[in-house]
């Protein structure tokens, strides 16, 4: 029985709903919220990431599988907790990262897989120590590289090529990764050869092969077409005689941003679908690498109303959240719903903005919302993933706290930065 069934109805799509005319996060009114933590505030709800991998196990559970949590959406130690003591492996980027699984749930370790184009001695070194699961090697040099430090601690280094399919999936540029154009895996008309080589080498297990096309791609068409050229190349791979039994099909899978209908269920349905009707029969196990699809519903940017200024014909709701804080908005355009956490009536076309002296410092462009007043409280929704993760100190504002609902409890899971926090690296 998968253990959704254990519930009674699902959750909605979102964490954050209205009762009695103010905004809760699960079982908690989120102006208790700011009173006791204060703002800008990263709120999670545990209960949202939860049945988001639940509905991944579920829907894969035809397929012997790994679930890892790409650690770079959200690093929050208190969320890797939960998510390795349900069973989630992870995909790290940094030496920094497998640092945070071991510190988070060390059981993980062995489920992590180690994707990126830069690995550094130290990082290589410290993951062979930790036995992780698998490497994905993005270039030749890496791979010489990974064999030299196996060899030098007596090790053999599983390892999978990411191949680069060159499938488009239509996504923002920035974050679109598996043409052949972009700084990321390996042609995969060169693959084959590569593997013949490492064979050869005592130190290196060809184990799998991965692929990532990239973030917040709404449509499953392109994950299922760089898979059959996976598929295509394990088939070849298998003639050669290497033992592949690990295929990684990255992360990437795609959220709703606006007000639209969302049924996360349906969504991780039709990926497995996808993805399934390829691998069928191809005896290995799969590993998938979510990230914003577990966690960026499930998290909100609670931020206070410093002031709301009219120049001209435009009127300004200027928050104490910044593009330090989020930057989604500033880097990729992207659109997050923003909600008073009083709820009122439609009034008028807003900018909402933040206090960093950037014009790119904003969250929204003639934004229709009800009308707040300075003091009162807004929520920036769908801020899960890439929210915090990539928040900074620019204009040397400290980054926030951050939160975690569950149920009708919250728990800080990160303080506010101080004043001393904020230089403690540096001397005069
Ligand atoms: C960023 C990344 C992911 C996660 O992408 P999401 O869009 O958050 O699911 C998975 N795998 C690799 C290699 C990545 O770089």
Not at 22 to 27: E, I, K, R, T, V
Not at 42 to 68: D, K, N, P
Not at 165 to 185: M, N, Q, R
Not at 380 to 394: P, R, T, V
Request: charged letters at 25%.
């Amino acid at each position: 029985m998968s253990p959704l069934k254990k519930k009674a109805h699902a959750p909605e799509a979102r964490p954050f709903a209205y009762n009695k005319k103010s905004l809760f996060c699960d079982g908690v009114d989120l102006r208790k919220l700011a009173g006791e933590f204060g703002t800008p505030l990263y709120v999670y709800s545990a209960e949202q990431i939860g049945y988001r991998y639940e509905l991944f196990e579920a829907a894969f559970q035809e397929h012997t599988h790994t679930v890892c949590y790409s650690v770079k959406a959200n690093s929050s130690l208190a969320i890797l907790k939960l998510l390795g003591e349900r069973g989630a492996g992870f995909d790290i980027v940094s030496g920094g990262e497998l640092e945070r699984v071991r510190k988070a749930f060390r059981p993980a370790l062995k489920k992590v897989v180690f994707s990126g184009v830069g690995k550094q001695v130290w990082e290589i070194d410290a993951a062979l120590k930790a036995d992780i699961l698998i490497f994905n090697v993005e270039s030749e040099a890496e791979l010489g590289l990974l064999a030299e430090r196996a060899a030098a601690m007596g090790k053999r280094a599983r390892f999978a090529l990411r191949v680069n399919p060159d499938v488009f999936a239509e996504t923002h540029p920035y974050i679109s990764t598996g043409l052949s154009e972009h700084k990321f895996g390996i042609a995969i008309g060169l693959a084959r050869a590569i593997y013949k080589k490492a064979a050869k080498n005592k130190s290196l297990d060809a184990a799998g092969v991965s692929v990532h096309i990239g973030s917040q791609i709404r449509s499953v068409d392109p994950f299922a077409a760089a898979m059959e050229r996976v598929t295509g190349l394990i088939a070849e791979l298998r003639t050669d005689g290497h033992q592949i039994r690990y295929v990684d099909a990255g992360g990437g899978l795609g959220i709703d941003y606006s007000q639209g209908d969302f049924d996360p269920a349906a969504e991780v349905a039709r990926y497995a679908a996808a993805l399934g009707g390829v691998i069928e029969g191809l005896g290995v196990r799969l590993l998938l690498e979510p990230g914003r699809f577990l966690v960026g519903q499930a998290g909100g940017l609670l931020t206070q109303v410093l002031y709301v200024k009219k120049n001209g014909a435009k009127t300004f709701v200027i928050t104490d959240a910044g593009m330090n804080d989020l930057i989604r908005p500033s880097l990729y355009r992207a659109h997050h719903e923003i909600l008073p956490v009083k709820q009122g009536k439609d009034a008028g076309k807003v900018d909402v903005v933040g206090p960093v002296c950037e014009s790119g410092d904003f969250f929204a462009h003639d934004r229709v919302m009800s009308a707040v007043k300075p003091g009162e409280l807004v929520l920036i929704e769908d801020a899960g993933a890439y929210g915090m993760s990539l928040a900074s100190n620019y204009n040397s504002r400290v980054r926030p706290a951050e939160v975690l609902v569950e149920g009708r409890r919250a728990r800080l899971v990160r303080r506010r930065e101080s004043l001393r926090d904020l230089m403690a690296a540096e001397t005069v």
